[in-house]
């Protein structure tokens, strides 16, 4: 699940009866199916809170975006089934995530760049957009890099076999 940028909606996916993405208001109301279908990864609002980003496997395995108020779904770019972690970009021009690697896309739509080889990656933006941080399961270092995979230098190494844990930036 998912809370809306302006904290009215939650977005969550149901594997039910009828597996898909539905709505519903903070209060309880007004709960409907958004989209029928099955959604198997995080789920990301744009900030003007009328787009949520998602992987699907239906039509075609990929990262999607449905539009909240007319219900149109648009493939942002395909994937394969390994991707996940979805990460939009603070500047809400960019989506990265993880497929055997980190790859970045056009929040639009177009051809993902791939930034780093080694998968199982936690990301997080930074607050300029400029930066990703990122963690595999494999690595005990904490990597930054731009969004072309350039300057990609060890930021802090923990003692091995620490846990996996979530990484942030301060303002």
């Known amino acids: 699940f998912s809370l809306s940028p302006n904290g009215t909606q939650i977005a969550f996916t149901s594997f039910g009866d009828i597996p898909g993405l539905s709505l519903i208001n903070v209060d309880g109301s007004n709960q409907h199916l958004l989209l029928e279908r099955w959604v198997n990864s995080n789920l990301v609002w744009h900030p003007d809170g009328k787009r949520i980003f998602f992987k699907s496997n239906d039509p075609e395995t990929g990262i999607y975006s449905v539009d909240v108020s007319t219900e149109v779904t648009t493939l942002i770019t ?13 500047d809400s021009s960019l989506l990265a995530y993880d497929q055997d690697g980190i790859r970045v896309v056009n929040a639009d739509g177009g051809e993902p760049l791939q930034l ?55 303002p």
């Open 78 to 90: 395909s994937t394969s089934d390994k991707a996940n972690c979805l990460g939009l970009s603070p």
């Open 116 to 170: 780093t080889h080694a998968g199982n990656n936690s990301l997080v933006w930074s607050p300029d957009s400029q930066y990703i941080a990122y963690q595999t399961v494999f690595d005990p270092h904490v990597f930054v890099m731009d969004t072309a995979g350039r300057a990609k230098v060890s930021v802090y190494l923990d003692d091995w076999p620490d846990p996996f844990e979530l990484i942030g930036w301060l």
